[in-house]
Structure formats: structure tokens, C-alpha cells
């Protein structure tokens, strides 16, 4: 089961309105590379990891996912603080305000409604740590795009953080792959 | 039952492999093809240099031998604006410490030393977690030491009023 910390896993204070980087942002909600996927796919994949090493670890990165929602929830709805409905329109969120008013929606950059087949599982555990690789890296090349967009400190320190993050994991999970990889040979 | 069972032989397996490496190897953290023989490791034990939970916790990485920065961005965060961000600054540098070394522990489970550095941070965390409770509400709801149902307090933690 799960319990919740009533704390971000890194400070967030954006004080300077902006919705285009909002908008921007979404992809790493609800988009395909996004946090939101990365999360199901690993609390998912984790059901059939071979030992416990693979279950923690899937279980573990899984749940910080969770917690990499809630950091980009809380950019995107700071970024929006206040906006008027033409500011909205003005920034292509006219859609989006139509639908969801300020509410948060998993959607990627473009509108585009989360769907779960954004998440990959085979069943197999190489080519399930590798699709999981493959996330992270995805992820990584995602923050840099968003950190190009952007040269307001407040963004770019969380979105530098979410990035340094995929690099570890990425780390993790091929670590994990050449282990079991290295087993299968014996 | 299943092949990957045995953690000792794996254990060992690697200990081996790796001790081959030189001593504090570059590695890159893997972004563009790295090999992740060539760890930083050294000849006495498995776990790699450290940064201090602090340093970690603004980079995001606790392992200096992953970190690789983007576009020559300094990593930031903001600036705790009162004392209660303060402490949870701390409490959450920490926590973060002891995370990092929880996913490493996850692939290298016997690696002792790790384990000791993990025992270390989380105390620390737990030292904070249980002042920050006391002086301004919970951060579990296990941690409502307050006579009325401080849980339901504002603000969370997506609010920056």
C-alpha cells in the first residue's frame, strides 16, 4: 500500500506567471515520455520481476514517480496562478480552460488526453528493464526541451532536479538489466 | 524459485569485476553509452563517493559519479523564505540522501557500508520529520501530535501562498 508525505520531494516557489511553460509543462503530466506513464509502467512491471531486487527497485522508482506528479501538478498550477480567461486563450489553454476551468488534467503539451498505452510491458524482464531505460532516457531528452523554454530560475531548478533524476534511474535500471543479464549466462 | 535467486554468487560475481577497474574511474552516468563496469568504485568497498546530502539533494543525485549537468545550468533551489521551509529543506535533503541510497541498496543489497550511510541519513530524517511535526503539523498522518486534526491544515505543499 501506499502512504502519502504532506511535503514535495523538492521545494517548488514559481511566483512569475507564465502559461506557455504551463502548457509546455503538461507533456510531462499526462504526455507520452511524462511522469504519469513512467509511474504505472514500473508499478505495473513490477508484478512479474523475477526476485526481489527487481521488485524493489521497480516499486521504489515507481513511487517516486508519483511524487514527480505531484512536483509537476504543482509547477503547472503555479505557472496558471491567477490567469484570466483571455491570458488563457492567449497562451493556445482556451481548450483547455472550456474543459477544466484552472483544474489540472492529464493531458500532453498539445491537449492530448493521457491514455495508458503510453506504458509498455512484456512480461519479459530484459526487454522490460530496457523498455524502462528507454523511459528515462525519453524523460531526459523531455527536461531538456523544457529547459530550453525557459530561463526562469524558479522552473529551471525543479526541472534541473527532475532531470538529474532520470539520469540516476536510467543508471539503476540498466545496472539492474546487466545483473540479470550477467545470471542468465551462467 | 528462478535463476536470479542467488544473491551471494552475483554478489561476488561483481566484487570481482569490479576490483579489475581502476581505482575512481570517470564514469558517465550512462546518458550516452556508458559501461557500467566502469563504476566509481574502489578497491575497499562497492560504494561510491558520496555527495553531502545537501549537495545531493540541490543536484538531484547523491552519486558524484552519475551526475552530469545540463548546458552548464546550475543546479538551484529556492531560498527558504521562513523557518519552517527551512526545516523542511533539511528534513528533505536527507530524505532524499537516504532514497538514493534505498535504489541503490535495491540492485547491491549486501553492500554493508550502504547500508550504514542509509541508517545514518534516515535517523537524521526521522530527527527532523518528528520536530517539524511537532511545530507545525504532520507530515504522515501517522504524525498528528496535536489535539485537534491538524492534517487537514493549509497550506499543502503545491500551495505557495
Not at chain 1, 488534467?105 to 528507454?134: C, K
Not at chain 2, 536470479?4 to 579489475?20: L, T
Not at chain 2, 517539524?132 to 505557495?160: A, F, M, S
Request: charge should be negative; glycine fraction near 6%.
Amino acid at each position: 500500500m501506499f502512504a502519502y508525505q504532506k511535503r514535495l520531494q523538492f521545494p517548488i516557489d514559481i511566483k512569475k506567471k507564465d502559461l506557455k511553460m504551463a502548457k509546455m509543462l503538461l507533456s510531462q503530466y499526462g504526455g507520452p515520455y511524462g511522469e504519469l506513464a513512467a509511474s504505472l509502467q514500473y508499478l505495473n512491471q513490477r508484478f512479474s520481476m523475477p526476485d526481489g531486487r527487481g521488485k524493489a527497485l521497480l516499486t521504489d522508482i515507481g513511487t517516486e514517480e508519483l511524487g514527480h506528479i505531484e512536483m509537476i501538478c504543482t509547477m503547472v498550477q503555479q505557472l496558471m496562478k491567477g490567469a484570466t480567461f483571455k491570458e488563457l486563450k492567449d497562451a493556445c489553454l482556451g481548450g483547455h480552460y472550456a474543459q477544466f476551468d484552472h483544474a489540472l488534467y492529464p493531458t500532453d503539451a498539445s491537449g492530448v488526453p493521457f491514455t495508458i498505452t503510453y506504458t509498455q510491458t512484456t512480461g519479459d524482464v530484459i526487454a522490460d528493464l530496457e523498455s524502462d531505460m528507454a523511459a528515462e532516457q525519453r524523460a531526459r531528452a523531455t527536461y531538456e526541451h523544457l529547459m530550453d523554454m525557459t530561463d526562469d530560475p524558479a522552473v529551471l531548478g525543479p526541472l534541473s532536479f527532475l532531470r538529474q533524476r532520470e539520469i540516476v534511474h536510467y543508471a539503476r535500471f540498466k545496472e539492474l538489466r546487466d545483473i540479470y543479464q550477467k545470471e542468465m549466462k551462467k | 524459485m528462478n535463476q536470479y535467486y542467488n544473491y551471494e554468487e552475483c554478489e561476488n560475481g561483481f566484487m570481482n569485476s569490479y576490483k579489475k577497474e581502476e581505482m575512481n574511474s570517470d564514469w558517465n552516468p550512462g546518458v550516452f553509452g556508458c559501461d557500467t563496469n566502469k563504476s566509481v568504485m574502489n578497491d575497499l568497498e562497492r560504494l561510491p563517493r558520496l555527495y553531502s546530502p545537501y549537495e545531493a539533494y540541490q543536484r538531484g543525485n547523491l552519486f558524484p559519479g552519475l551526475y552530469q549537468g545540463y548546458q552548464g545550468i546550475n543546479p538551484s533551489m529556492p531560498e527558504p523564505k521562513n523557518q519552517r521551509m527551512e526545516l523542511l529543506s533539511y528534513l528533505g535533503a536527507y530524505a532524499f540522501a537516504a532514497h538514493e541510497l534505498n535504489l541503490y541498496l535495491d540492485n547491491y543489497p549486501n553492500d554493508r557500508e550502504a547500508v550504514k550511510k542509509f541508517k545514518e541519513y534516515k535517523k537524521e530524517a526521522n530527527k527532523a520529520k518528528e520536530e517539524y511535526e511537532k511545530l507545525y503539523g504532520p507530515i504522515t498522518v501517522t504524525g498528528v501530535t496535536q489535539d485537534t486534526w491538524t492534517w487537514v491544515n493549509e497550506p499543502w505543499p503545491w500551495e505557495n501562498k
